[in-house]
């Protein structure tokens, strides 16, 4: 298996420097600061990338276990929220909250509730992630059994 790689580069002091983040794959590279991760300024941050990661992991996740349960997903859809913030030690991550919906055909709820908990546990950026509490809201929007 491959070893994946980012690149981060931070300039100047925590309040007025930035930075740029940028993949190994070349497929992102983008600027950062103080102010895009504990405000609302332009760029990205840790946060959110450690977001579009757990979205995407997860995704792969639930769309492989409906598989090889017999039902292949039409789509997944995630939403990754990673919570930041301050507390007695410092800045931590506390929470992240998986928001899924799933057009899979042919399962029941039931099911695809079980697939779904089993993909929040499972994928590898969960496992990760476990220090913080993961939360999951699942959706099935096709849920014509067999």
Known sequence: MPTRNADAVWNG??????GKIKLGSGAFEGAYSFS???ES??????????AAAHAGCFS????????QGGNPPKSVHTTAKVHLEKGPEGFGIPQIDLVTEADV???DEKT????????KKNCPVSKVLAAAKITLQAKLLSSAAK
């Open 36 to 38: 895009s991760r504990f």
């Open 60 to 67: 792969m996740a639930l769309a492989n276990g409906l598989t």
């Open 105 to 107: 055909p042919g399962i």
């Open 13 to 18: 002091d925590l309040k007025s420097g930035s």
């Open 112 to 119: 695809f509730q079980e697939r779904a908990e089993t993909a």
């Open 41 to 50: 300024g332009t760029g990205t941050n840790p946060e959110e990338l450690i």
